[in-house]
């Protein structure tokens, strides 16, 4: 699947940490001292966490799309 | 914004190692992704003899990279001027900061804030040229808050710093006020990082300069200053931030890391640890806050600064 170009919607972070809370998964980036937030009723929520913790044990970035431009919710994340 | 592609870089290794049969994985200093050489071919077979032969002289290497897959394209000694921006945008050993757990119930303010005395650093001893009094440290902060976004301008420098942003972006404009308080006033300049990286702990601020809203981090960086302050004949050494994203006026350390537990907004606030490092000190690059990435020639600073400075704070 080709990947957009990064955006105020998308952006290049390597995962620094993740966290679990209630209702999100936190999402720490080296790239920004933003906590940003993976809502557990995603449709896809499971692929996304998934590929969330891959990229954090490789320290690997990935592309983040964000539901809205400069926003902390995440709505998809692409591994290259 | 930074986009991945391939990227030639120079880079020194940190190790080689094989996690299994017939993988071999090279991790650099300057990054926190493990990468790997594509399928065997002479090249690959070449550029695994000067990898290894780099890490066993510690020596850096040109290499170019692929970020998206994670492969080291090809490798190279690199040439003079490549040695020149490497050396530029490392961190020497001697001069990497200090980084403390912190417990803010407890921290005593009439004393952490004195440098020498309860804030040591050895960093601190390799630049001398302290700001002499309040009246100087006021008056680099007002020169570094006339350039905010916000004001409309006109700017003495360019571009201008997005204080009105403070979601984001806190590492582009403390370089780019470490630049105008070396270039400018010529003082030292320290960046000051704080982390919530302990169990649920988040910073946590109320944005009271930018419509009240309360803004949350892992991590926050502003410069750090030394600044001298005079009681009749006794003279002291303070550190102080410089922070307008914030405040108004230079604040002392322990006001600033209090600033960023604010539990109305959040029962989780707290700062783990901070961290004072050299101005070179850009972001961290790893989540225990002791390893940090640097920007020289100011590039990344200048293009996150251009991307913010129309966005606001609070709804």
Redesign the interface.
């Known amino acids: 699947m080709p990947v957009d ?3 105020d919607r998308r ?2 972070l ?1 995962p ?2 993740v ?1 679990e809370r209630a209702d999100v998964v936190e999402v ?1 980036f ?6 940003f937030r993976l809502s557990r009723s995603h449709a896809d929520f499971d692929r996304l966490s998934s590929a969330l913790r891959a990229s954090l044990a ?4 990935v ?1 983040v799309t964000l539901t809205v431009p ?1 926003g ?1 919710d995440i709505d998809d994340v692409q591994v ?1 | 914004m930074a986009q991945i592609k391939e990227e030639t870089a120079v880079v020194s290794l940190a190790a080689v190692r094989s996690p299994r049969r017939g993988v071999t994985e090279y991790l650099f200093l300057e990054r926190q992704q493990i990468f790997t050489l594509p399928a065997a071919g002479a090249r690959s077979a070449d550029s695994a003899r000067l990898l290894s032969r780099a890490l066993r002289e510690q020596a850096p290497v040109k290499a170019v990279l692929d970020p998206r897959r994670g492969e080291i394209l090809s490798v190279d000694p690199p040439g003079p001027e490549d040695l020149e921006v490497f050396r530029r945008g490392r961190i020497p050993p001697e001069e990497r900061g200090t980084t403390r757990a912190v417990d803010l119930a407890r921290l005593d303010p009439t004393t952490f804030d004195v440098v020498d005395l309860k804030l040591k650093a050895p960093i601190f001893r390799l630049c001398k040229r302290t700001i002499p009094d309040y009246a100087t440290a006021k008056k680099i902060f007002d020169f570094c808050a006339k350039q905010g976004c916000y004001l409309g301008g006109p700017f003495d420098i360019t571009p201008c710093i997005p204080f009105q942003y403070v979601i984001d972006g806190c590492y582009a404009r403390a370089h780019k006020m470490r630049r105008i308080i070396t270039t400018k006033y010529r003082y030292c300049c320290e960046k000051v990082f704080s982390f919530a990286n302990q169990g649920n702990d988040t910073l946590a601020v109320k944005a009271d300069k930018w419509g009240g809203c309360c803004v949350y981090w892992w991590y926050h960086v502003a410069p750090l200053v030394r600044v001298r302050v005079r009681f009749g004949k006794l003279s002291l050494t303070f550190a102080m931030v410089i922070d307008p994203g914030m405040f108004d006026q230079p604040v002392l350390l322990s006001t600033w890391l209090a600033a960023q537990a604010n539990t109305g907004c959040s029962p989780n606030a707290n700062v783990s640890m901070y961290s004072i490092q050299p101005g070179s000190a850009y972001w961290p690059t790893d989540f225990s806050g002791t390893a940090f990435g640097t920007d020289p020639n100011y590039a990344l600073t200048d293009g996150t600064l251009t991307n913010y400075q129309n966005l606001t704070t609070c709804p």
């Open positions: 170009g990064p955006d952006r290049d390597t620094a940490h966290r720490m080296a790239e920004s001292p933003r906590i490789a320290g690997r970035a592309r400069h902390g290259p």
